[in-house]
């Protein structure tokens, strides 16, 4: 059984930073993509930033602010947030795609969401 758990969410003042981490557990070939997304009250989920083996990609709302990274040794995916907006509260899920054995079809996981919220 494969499980993404994220943990680093919290209160924090707008202009502050936060950093969440979503970690992998469970057996598995390989993790092709991690991604992380977010979800506000009364809105769709929307990506916020994507990761792959070779490249990174963020929506606009949040370039320049926030920095995906992974860490493959760990199986870790990372979110630093920076400049926090008030208009960032969301709830943030680690997302990823997972090849559970060598030549098999990829399966999609989800994390169980963090909540960020950014208010004075």
């Known amino acids: 059984q494969v499980q993404f758990v994220e943990s680093g969410g919290g209160l924090v003042q707008p202009g502050g930073s936060l950093r969440l981490s979503c970690s992998a557990s469970?057996?598995?070939?390989?993790?092709?993509?991690m991604n992380w997304y977010r979800q506000a009250p009364g809105k769709q989920r929307e990506l916020v930033a994507a990761?792959?083996?070779?490249?990174?990609i963020y929506a606009d709302s949040v370039k320049g602010r926030f920095t995906i990274s992974r860490d493959n040794a760990k199986n870790t995916v990372y979110l630093q947030m920076n400049s926090l907006k008030p208009e960032d509260t969301a709830v943030y899920y680690c997302?990823?795609?997972?090849?559970?054995?060598?030549?098999?079809?990829?399966?999609?996981?989800w994390g169980q969401g963090t909540q960020v919220t950014v208010s004075s």
């Open positions: 997302n990823a795609v997972v090849g559970l054995q060598f030549g098999g079809r990829p399966y999609n996981y």
């Open positions: 469970g057996s598995f070939f390989t993790i092709y993509v």
């Open positions: 990761s792959t083996n070779s490249s990174e």
